[in-house]
């Protein structure tokens, strides 16, 4: 069995491998190559959502703005990811709701 990828290490890998990606290259692409791409994406998302929401649940869990920066998680996340408060606080708010169900954050 593969060993789990440290979440920094994963994290700074998809970032880089997003940014090699070769955009000229899709205007070769048909019809439906394009729509699979739409739908990877897509998934993409949900699963980078997901992990946003159980990373912030888990740093406000653990107090980790106000311990690091001195500020609570919604005004560090609406300053520093240029949100509203309102943006932010769902955010937070949201994950207090995901991992509250075990099963669910996994």
Same mark, same amino acid.
């Given at each position: 069995?593969?060993?789990?990828?440290?979440?920094?290490?994963?994290? /700074?890998?998809?970032?880089?491998? @997003? /940014? !090699? =990606?070769?955009?000229? $290259?899709?205007?070769?692409?048909? %019809?439906? #190559?394009?729509?699979? @791409?739409? &739908? +990877?994406?897509? #998934? @993409?998302?949900?699963?980078?959502?997901?992990?946003?929401?159980?990373? =912030?649940?888990? /740093?406000?869990?653990?107090?980790? #703005?106000?311990?690091?920066?001195?500020? !609570?998680?919604?005004?560090?996340?609406?300053?520093? &990811?240029?949100?509203?408060?309102? +943006?932010? %606080? !769902?955010?937070?708010? $949201? $994950?207090?709701?995901?991992?509250?169900?075990?099963?669910?954050?996994?």
């Amino acid at each position: 069995m593969d060993q789990p990828t440290p979440t920094a290490t994963a994290l /700074a890998g998809a970032r880089s491998l @997003l /940014a !090699s =990606i070769d955009h000229a $290259g899709r205007r070769r692409l048909d %019809a439906e #190559a394009r729509l699979g @791409l739409v &739908s +990877e994406v897509v #998934a @993409l998302g949900r699963q980078v959502e997901a992990l946003r929401v159980v990373l =912030i649940a888990e /740093a406000d869990r653990a107090k980790a #703005a106000e311990t690091a920066r001195g500020t !609570s998680m919604k005004t560090l996340l609406a300053v520093s &990811s240029k949100v509203t408060a309102a +943006e932010a %606080a !769902s955010w937070v708010y $949201g $994950g207090q709701e995901v991992t509250a169900h075990p099963l669910v954050a996994q």
